[in-house]
């Protein structure tokens, strides 16, 4: 007899289960629905406010969001150029299946990026004087040579040669310091060390000039007649060479117009860098205070 009354039970529990399984997954696609909606929008906020930020950087006050406008999303903001930050905010309109009376919904994220000079970064072992640095820049930015065994450096500019250091560790990846305070490098040697070989910028295959690098700017006001060799070097910035030639103990690379020697051989010395000065914005490093020397970071604000 007990047989008989459960006989049809199942079927009662799978009619009265039906709707809480239809509304369970009901709310499971239109949360899943809203879930990549505001992945995609998150997405496009932060790469329109890295592009945002780079413009700004830049001096660039106009920048086209079509690109960065991905997966049915657009731009919900007008975003400006702050001080230092700027904030772009993108939004997506989606449809509910599900939802009681159906509709639609807007979701909308927002992402801040930031702009600042470089305060620390993995350069080449080089660290140039600041003022070195500026003087070979008034001939222009787009071709400047700079002389490691300058017997005559710039007046009042620095007691090396040439203005330059090699710091100790031969490899690419030497890591220094910059700030407002001033705080310092690893140690030097003399200026004329510059004359060896430079892995990062001598090995002629890997990559070919011309190549882009990070080079370390000293103070050499701060640093004074303390800088002639095993010392320590006040990081001032950054600033990134597009090296085209050079001119080392033994090797050498001609850029165009640069012969096997440097072209003012008999005043300024034997050995020589030539390259391009890169105003640019950067992923190396990281944010902080230094001199700007047209070297920038940008980065997403978390």
Same mark, same amino acid.
């Given at each position: 007899?007990?047989?008989?009354?459960?006989?049809?039970?199942?079927?009662?529990?799978? *009619?009265?289960?039906?709707?809480?399984?239809?509304?369970?997954?009901?709310?499971?696609?239109? %949360?899943?629905?809203?879930?990549?909606?505001?992945?995609?929008?998150?997405?496009?906020?932060?790469?329109?406010?890295?592009?945002?930020?780079?413009?700004?950087?830049?001096?660039?006050?106009?920048?086209?969001?079509?690109?960065?406008?991905?997966?049915?999303?657009?731009?919900?903001?007008?975003?400006?150029?702050?001080? %230092?930050?700027?904030?772009?905010?993108?939004?997506?309109?989606?449809?509910?299946?599900?939802?009681?009376?159906?509709?639609?919904?807007?979701?909308?994220?927002?992402?801040?990026?930031?702009?600042?000079?470089?305060?620390?970064?993995?350069?080449?072992?080089?660290?140039?004087?600041?003022?070195?640095?500026?003087?070979?820049?008034?001939?222009?930015?787009?071709?400047?040579?700079?002389?490691?065994?300058?017997?005559? +450096?710039?007046?009042?500019?620095?007691?090396? +040669?040439? %203005?330059?250091?090699?710091?100790?560790?031969?490899?690419?990846?030497?890591?220094?310091?910059?700030?407002?305070?001033?705080?310092?490098?690893?140690? %030097?040697?003399?200026?004329?060390?510059?004359?060896?070989?430079?892995?990062?910028?001598?090995?002629?295959?890997? +990559?070919?000039?011309?190549?882009? *690098?990070?080079?370390?700017?000293?103070?050499?006001?701060?640093?004074?007649?303390?800088?002639?060799?095993?010392?320590?070097?006040?990081?001032?910035?950054?600033?990134?060479?597009?090296?085209?030639?050079?001119?080392?103990?033994?090797?050498?690379?001609?850029?165009?117009?640069?012969?096997?020697?440097?072209?003012?051989?008999?005043?300024?010395?034997?050995?020589?860098?030539?390259?391009?000065?890169?105003?640019?914005?950067?992923?190396?490093?990281? +944010?902080?205070?230094?001199?700007?020397?047209?070297?920038?970071?940008?980065?997403?604000?978390?």
């Amino acid at each position: 007899m007990s047989q008989r009354r459960d006989r049809g039970s199942a079927t009662l529990f799978v *009619v009265l289960a039906l709707p809480v399984l239809f509304i369970a997954s009901a709310l499971v696609f239109d %949360g899943g629905r809203g879930y990549v909606a505001r992945r995609e929008t998150q997405n496009a906020a932060d790469a329109g406010a890295l592009a945002k930020a780079t413009d700004c950087a830049q001096a660039i006050t106009t920048t086209a969001f079509t690109p960065y406008q991905t997966n049915g999303t657009s731009l919900a903001n007008t975003p400006t150029c702050g001080s %230092g930050t700027t904030v772009v905010s993108m939004s997506k309109t989606i449809s509910y299946m599900f939802r009681p009376g159906g509709g639609t919904g807007t979701v909308t994220r927002s992402a801040t990026a930031r702009w600042s000079t470089l305060g620390s970064a993995s350069t080449t072992p080089i660290v140039i004087s600041s003022c070195e640095f500026t003087a070979a820049r008034l001939n222009g930015d787009t071709d400047i040579f700079f002389y490691l065994d300058d017997p005559s +450096p710039w007046s009042g500019c620095s007691s090396l +040669p040439g %203005g330059f250091s090699q710091l100790e560790n031969d490899n690419c990846a030497i890591f220094v310091t910059a700030g407002s305070g001033f705080e310092v490098a690893a140690q %030097g040697q003399a200026g004329n060390a510059l004359q060896r070989i430079i892995p990062c910028i001598t090995n002629p295959t890997s +990559p070919e000039l011309p190549r882009d *690098v990070l080079i370390a700017i000293y103070n050499a006001a701060v640093c004074g007649s303390g800088c002639r060799g095993n010392g320590v070097y006040p990081i001032a910035g950054f600033a990134m060479i597009r090296v085209t030639g050079y001119r080392l103990n033994g090797n050498n690379v001609a850029g165009v117009g640069m012969p096997n020697q440097c072209p003012d051989r008999q005043t300024r010395g034997r050995y020589c860098l030539r390259g391009d000065f890169i105003r640019s914005v950067t992923s190396i490093g990281t +944010p902080g205070s230094s001199t700007n020397f047209g070297l920038l970071q940008v980065a997403l604000q978390l």
